[in-house]
T-cell receptor, first 112, second 113 residues
């Protein structure tokens, strides 16, 4: 039981490139979300999903796309990377309980 | 959007000292949570609080849900080197299958042996 798995762990992109950050969970949780963490800013919500086929925007959605075709996977897409998207990205899955959040170990993205 | 003010931003303490940090909000939450983040890892839940006025302990950690529902504090007693990390408060208005965490900016704790 791996919980929430994020890949890759590290990535360097050039401005304008696209990429997909992968997030997979093996806990059969309906709710999944993506956060970004910047120094001194805490974690800010990018997008979230309450189940397969349902996604919604969080606090900082611009420049990011998501889809949820299965319960297990919730990929985050950067269509045209910008230096402002340099950050650490965390994916989380949640049970039906407020305390049931499980976070992945993060993807550190640098855009040059 | 909702914002949480967490203080202090950082703390440098001696091993064995007690630590206190707090979080305030302009909005009401019906759940407060405290997380710890180790370097290179995601946040891990320490304590969850569900009722105004609730005081909950987890080993050397004690947290309280403020009676106004707009604040919470976390105390760590007799700190040890493995307490080093970033501590985050998070507020949540939980309802049904939804409810998104709103995080504070974190308190970075350093412990001198």
């Amino acid at each position: 039981n791996a919980g929430v798995t994020q890949t890759p762990k590290f990535q360097v992109l050039k401005t304008g490139q696209s990429m997909t950050l992968q997030c997979a969970q093996d806990m059969n949780h309906e709710y999944m979300s993506w956060y970004r963490q910047d120094p001194g800013m805490g974690l800010r919500l990018i997008h979230y999903s309450v189940g397969a086929g349902i996604t919604d925007q969080g606090e900082v959605p611009n420049g990011y796309n998501v889809s949820r075709s299965t319960t297990e996977d919730f990929p985050l897409r950067l269509l045209s990377a910008a230096p402002s998207q340099t950050s650490v990205y965390f994916c989380a899955a949640r049970t039906g309980s407020p305390q049931g959040y499980t976070f992945g170990s993060g993807t550190r993205l640098t855009v040059v | 959007g909702q914002q949480l003010n967490q203080s202090p931003q950082s703390m440098f303490i001696q091993e064995g000292e007690d630590v206190s940090m707090n979080c305030t909000s302009s909005s009401i939450f019906n759940t407060w949570l405290w997380y710890k983040q180790d370097p290179g890892e995601g946040p891990v839940l320490l304590i969850a609080l569900y009722k105004a006025g609730e005081l909950t302990s987890n080993g050397r950690l004690t947290a309280q849900f403020g009676i106004t529902r707009k604040d919470s504090f976390l105390n760590i007693s007799a700190s040890i080197p493995s307490d080093v990390g970033i501590y985050f408060c998070a507020g949540l208005n939980y309802g049904g299958s939804q409810g998104n965490l709103i995080f504070g900016k974190g308190t970075k704790l350093s412990v001198k042996p």
